[in-house]
């Protein structure tokens, strides 16, 4: 499990901004770094709050909390959970099947 008291958005932020390109849905060159910012920091943000909990026990909620999430910009849940995924698995430091990293 990682180090969540030394974990900070802009840290993140950072990371994900160099390295969203290497990820299969960023490299397609679809959308840019700015579109799937809200994704990771949803991700980022949710990880921290659910903490104990594994992915397949919150993403219902986190897919039905992505319409009213503040920062969600014009994407959807299917074009965005993915890197919601990514920003998770690195906070929790999982990794899922079928996901380059």
């Not at 849905?25 to 980022?44: A, I, L, V």
Request: a negative charge; zero cysteines.
């Amino acid at each position: 499990m990682a180090d969540f008291d030394r974990l900070n958005w802009e840290d993140e932020d950072s990371y994900w901004r160099t390295n969203f390109g290497s990820r299969a849905y960023g490299s397609s060159g679809t959308y840019d770094y700015e579109y799937y910012q809200p994704g990771y920091r949803y991700g980022f943000e949710s990880a921290n709050r659910y903490r104990d909990r594994d992915w397949k026990d919150v993403e219902a909620d986190l897919r039905s909390g992505w319409n009213s999430y503040q920062y969600r910009g014009n994407s959807t849940w299917e074009n965005i959970k993915d890197a919601v995924r990514d920003a998770w698995d690195r906070v929790t430091g999982h990794r899922h099947a079928g996901v380059n990293r």
